[in-house]
């Protein structure tokens, strides 16, 4: 079975600062889907990203950046110069390659940025 | 605009009294899928429908049921509400049975079960 986790729980940052939010997960499948996903305190999720297993390049989407390391089976979300906007719930995600009955999801970090 | 809409989006309600939360898409996405959410445990799945008239079993199905009579409606039903099922419920679709695809998720459903 697939697990992901999430092991900082809350992360707080002061406005500008980098910061890194860490995702681990556990397969034995060789093809999946990692995925971000961010949920406000509106409450709705937001998709930020997919790659997939064969895919280590990191992303850089401007002030977001993802570090997918299968060596260590980790997929890293940096945000550059925080911003209070990024206040958020950051749900990390897996999916099984070819026909995938769900995303196993991490337990979120509770990122707050303060001004 | 392409969504997936659910209903009600705020629910109080009593032990033991049934009730069903809407979910309709626009995307004619084949695959949807039911998740509740709650603190420290992320998103964890209900059930899910890989196309009309299929559904099976998530991780958490006891005290939910589901049907998929029409590919755009995929209604969670609660027979018999209890506190433990108190929680942010989400509907998703998507389209095909592939993992690749990215899942389009509702605006969430609060439910508390007294």
């Known amino acids: 079975a697939q697990k992901v986790t999430q092991a900082q729980t809350e992360i707080s940052v002061v406005e500008k600062e980098d910061v890194t939010l860490d995702c681990v997960y556990e397969t034995r499948d060789t093809t999946y889907y990692l995925f971000w996903y961010k949920q406000p305190p509106s409450g709705e999720l937001v998709f930020l990203i997919r790659r997939n297993s064969f895919d280590e390049q990191n992303e850089i989407s401007g002030r977001y950046s993802w570090n997918f390391q299968k060596s260590t089976s980790s997929f890293n979300f940096t945000i550059t110069a925080s911003q209070v906007v990024d206040s958020a719930v950051y749900f990390c995600a897996f999916s099984k390659g070819g026909s995938a009955r769900q995303l196993t999801f991490g337990s979120g970090t509770q990122l707050t940025v303060l001004p | 605009e392409a969504q997936v809409t659910q209903n009600p989006r705020y629910l109080i309600t009593v032990t033991g009294k049934k009730l069903t939360v809407t979910c309709s898409q626009n995307m004619n996405h084949e695959y949807m899928s039911w998740y509740r959410q709650d603190p420290g445990l992320g998103l964890r799945q209900i059930y899910y429908?890989?196309?009309?008239?299929?559904?099976d079993k998530g991780d958490v199905p006891e005290g939910y049921k589901v049907s998929r009579k029409e590919k755009r409606n995929f209604p969670l039903i609660l027979e018999s509400p209890s506190p433990n099922q108190t929680s942010l419920y989400f509907c998703?679709?998507?389209?095909?049975?592939?993992?690749?695809?990215?899942?389009?998720f509702g605006p969430g459903t609060r439910l508390t079960v007294l």
């Open positions: 429908s890989m196309n009309v008239e299929v559904t």
């Open positions: 998703a679709s998507r389209t095909g049975q592939g993992g690749y695809n990215e899942q389009f």
